[in-house]
């Protein structure tokens, strides 16, 4: 059964940091798209980083480039998110997703795939 989950949410002061990770169980991840999404309230999901497990293609939102850095350690099949210089529009309900997609489009378009339950993140003083 494929699965996906996440941990590492937390609350954290504005310019501080948190590090996420999401292990992956039960698929082949070589063929998917593996990244993070958020989602503020009232606002529409949004694809932050995602990285091609099979060839390290990164995408990175323009919000948070400079800030985040997505990795991946296939000897554990987890993608780690680290996240540097918090900021309060960083607050947001973090998922992990395995989307089957083209590398030209990971991140931007969804597609068929897996989803983690969500981590909760908050960046408040």
């Known amino acids: 059964q494929a699965q996906l989950v996440e941990s590492g949410g937390g609350l954290v002061q504005p310019g501080g940091s948190l590090t996420l990770s999401c292990a992956a169980s039960?698929?082949?991840?070589?063929?998917?798209?593996i990244g993070w999404f958020r989602q503020a309230p009232g606002k529409e999901r949004e694809g932050v980083s995602c990285i091609m497990y099979s060839d390290d293609n990164i995408y990175y939102a323009d919000s948070v480039k400079g800030r985040f850095t997505i990795s991946r350690d296939r000897a554990k099949n987890t993608v780690h998110l680290q996240m540097n210089s918090l900021k309060p529009e960083d607050t947001a309900l973090y998922y992990c997703a395995a989307q089957l997609v083209p590398r030209q489009t990971m991140c931007r378009i969804m597609g068929p795939g897996y989803w983690g339950q969500g981590t909760q993140v908050t960046v408040s003083a």
């Open positions: 039960g698929f082949n991840l070589d063929v998917y798209a």
